[in-house]
Nanobody, 128 residues
């Protein structure tokens, strides 16, 4: 069982930045690929970014590529999402998720069905 707690969301002007954090419980955090998803009002939850359990491989949605950066610190059981050059359309609740442990070191799933554990989310609001 893995429990995830996100933080770092807030209200920011367009062009601004935030750093989202997700702290995981459990001793085997380092074996899980980790992902960030987001859900805007009236829309489905969508993939944002993912990182392999080693941290060596990352993958991004086209809409955030070049603006968002995912990273992890396995010693701190934490995954981060640095969000820069924010746009109003980035407004959403951002969720952290953990995938299947022990996967290939290059495994970076973008389908939310490949994630087994989810946090409660942190709100990001970007004003124009």
């Amino acid at each position: 069982q893995v429990q995830l707690v996100e933080s770092g969301g807030g209200l920011v002007q367009a062009g601004g930045s935030l750093r989202l954090s997700c702290v995981a419980s459990g001793r085997t955090f380092s074996s899980y690929p980790m992902g960030w998803f987001r859900q805007a009002p009236g829309k489905e939850r969508e993939f944002v970014a993912t990182i392999s359990w080693t941290g060596s491989t990352t993958r991004y949605a086209d809409s955030v590529k070049g603006r968002f950066t995912i990273s992890r610190d396995n010693a701190k059981n934490t995954v981060y999402l640095q969000v820069d050059s924010l746009k109003p359309e980035d407004t959403a609740v951002y969720y952290c998720a953990a995938g299947s442990p022990g996967a290939n070191r290059y495994y970076v799933p973008s389908d939310r069905r490949d994630y087994n554990y989810w946090g409660q989310g942190t709100q990001v609001t970007v004003s124009s």
